[in-house]
């Protein structure tokens, strides 16, 4: 199946195509146009004419939005089953993340329907009295997005939705990966009255495509989602733009030996292994008191043997593969550089694209399995003696996304909230949670903004201050 991209309202194809193909078994999924530089400058052109026509008013943007989520959630199947395909995600996340989205447009068009500004108390200042101020938020200007693969729909509609409400038109690149769910979001959109040149979805790689969008002089903002190397690239590439990231994480859960050790091991199986890992929150680095450490390892072991693993299309898959074979291959080599240090490992055979899900116990903290982002079907289960230990082992790391903190005692959890160096701190909850609405990002590595849609408007706005003298 062929699927074009879209350049201002029209399909495009190009003389070469990239294959879109399952991670499960390699089955073809469709195929996409692999564009280049001279597609992306004609898509940025037919941006900014959608935005010089300044005929797409708030209370537009907003009716757009709640049309796409409820076509969205009366198509829920279809969207997750594409998902599942091309992302190998496990139906029934594909179609967590189905509904995750509707909700995202549904509070995106809540902020196209509020957007304002506010009053400047002039006569605060003597040099201002007599005078009325006021502050309009106006659209940034055209918007490069690029959006990563383990989240095709949800994170496209991050910054397809706020981008709307902001009155921004979008130059899209989705991960080549996993492009078809962006491109039927966009198609979405059109049928729910979006003009259908409002957004332009550029597909192929990164050279081709990612880098002639973020080094364009017409886009004034870049939103990104993906890894630390290549957003660190971006911002290089594009000094003089708004650059926003959202990167990498190793998210640590410090449980107290006061916790509910059933919740804790039914949160952490679920997060830690859910689409295999590849979550950018995904529950990596267990920190647990020594007085529970060797009961909970014992039940986090017996838990995740229970973990099904196959087919992302079987209902009763709970974890698939990872996106590439190359991708398991290094989850692998870290594993196997864990035993080869003295570390416990359960699980982690690989098969294919497939990691069996894997327990590490106590690995010296310098190697990758602990340091980096995994990525994978992977937690590692770590001892310490006190919460201070605790919270300098959890801080101790180039990120700082999300961290969750087990515990019955209030003082502790306010401790874990004052002192964890995160974007956020997830009480009685593992890091992988994140609801979207939230203030979603991270401090360091993790990333420089906020995500959400009243978070990710502001961003995409700027404020223009006006006076009026008497």
Same mark, same amino acid.
């Given at each position: ?15 070469? $195509? ?5 991670? $499960? ?9 692999a564009?280049? !530089? ?17 005929? =797409?008013?708030? &209370? ?5 939005l ?6 969205l ?6 969207f ?20 995750r ?5 549904? =509070?995106? +068009?809540?902020?196209?329907r509020?957007?304002?500004?506010e ?6 200042? +003597? ?10 938020? @106006?659209?940034i200007?055209?918007?490069? !997005?690029? *959006?990563? =693969? ?19 038109p ?27 040149? $409002? ?7 990164? /050279?081709?495509?990612?880098?002639p ?25 594009a ?53 529970i ?5 014992h ?11 196959g ?22 080599? $870290? ?15 690989? @098969? ?6 894997a ?11 602990y ?5 994978? /079907? ?12 605790a919270?300098?082992? !959890?801080?101790? *790391? ?41 203030? &979603? ?13 009243? &978070? ?8 223009? =201050?006006?006076?009026? *003298? *008497?």
């Open positions: 199946m062929q699927v074009p991209a879209r350049i201002g309202g029209r399909p495009v194809s190009a003389g070469e $195509w990239i294959e879109v193909l399952s991670p $499960w078994d390699a089955a073809p999924v469709a195929r996409v146009p564009l280049g !530089a001279e597609h992306v400058a004609e898509a940025v052109a037919a941006a900014s004419a959608a935005l010089a026509r300044r005929d =797409f008013p708030q &209370y537009r943007r907003a009716e757009v709640d049309r796409a989520a409820e076509l959630a009366e198509r829920t199947e279809e997750a089953v594409t998902i599942a395909r091309e992302a190998g995600k496990p139906i029934r996340d594909a179609r967590a993340e189905t509904a989205c509707v909700d995202t447009l549904r =509070f995106a +068009a809540v902020e196209a509020k957007l304002g500004g009053v400047i108390p002039m006569d605060a200042s +003597a040099s201002g009295a007599g005078r009325l101020g006021f502050a309009l938020r @106006h659209p200007g055209v918007i490069a !997005a690029i *959006s990563p =693969f383990n989240f095709p729909l949800n994170l496209v509609a991050h910054k397809l939705g706020p981008a709307i409400a902001a009155g921004c979008v130059v899209l690149k989705p991960a080549e990966l996993t492009p078809v769910s962006a491109i039927r979001l966009v198609d979405l959109l059109v049928e729910a009255g979006l003009p259908a040149d $409002w957004i332009s979805v550029v597909t192929g790689t990164g /050279p081709d495509a990612g880098t969008l973020v080094t364009h002089p017409v886009p004034a903002l870049v939103t990104f989602t993906g890894s630390v190397p290549v957003g660190r690239r971006i911002q290089e590439l000094p003089h733009k708004r650059v926003l990231l959202e990167l990498g994480s190793n998210a640590p859960v410090i449980v107290e030996p006061d916790a509910d050790l059933e919740r804790v091991v039914a949160g952490i199986r679920q997060g830690g292994f859910s689409y295999a890992g590849q979550s950018c929150i995904s529950t990596q680095r267990v920190l647990a008191h020594a007085d450490y060797d009961k909970l390892l039940e986090l072991i017996n838990a995740v043997k229970t973990l099904r693993v087919d992302p299309l079987d209902e009763d898959t709970e974890v698939g593969p990872l996106i590439s074979e190359a991708a398991a291959i290094r989850v692998e080599a $870290w594993l196997t550089a864990a035993k080869n240090a003295g570390a416990g490992v359960t699980g982690g055979e690989r @098969h294919g694209t497939t990691i069996t899900p327990v590490v116990a106590d690995p010296p903290r310098h190697l990758d399995v340091r980096q982002e995994v990525f994978g /079907p992977v937690i590692t289960v770590t001892p310490y003696s006190s919460l201070h230990e919270i300098g082992f !959890a801080n101790d *790391s180039d990120f700082g996304l999300q961290a969750g903190v087990f515990t019955a005692n209030l003082a502790a959890a306010l401790r874990a909230a004052r002192e964890l160096e995160f974007g956020g701190v997830l009480i009685n909850q593992v890091p992988t949670f994140r609801a979207d609405q939230q203030p &979603y990002g991270g401090l360091k590595d993790a990333g420089n903004t906020r995500e959400g849609p009243a &978070y990710a408007v502001q961003e995409m706005t700027e404020l223009r =201050f006006v006076m009026v *003298s *008497s």
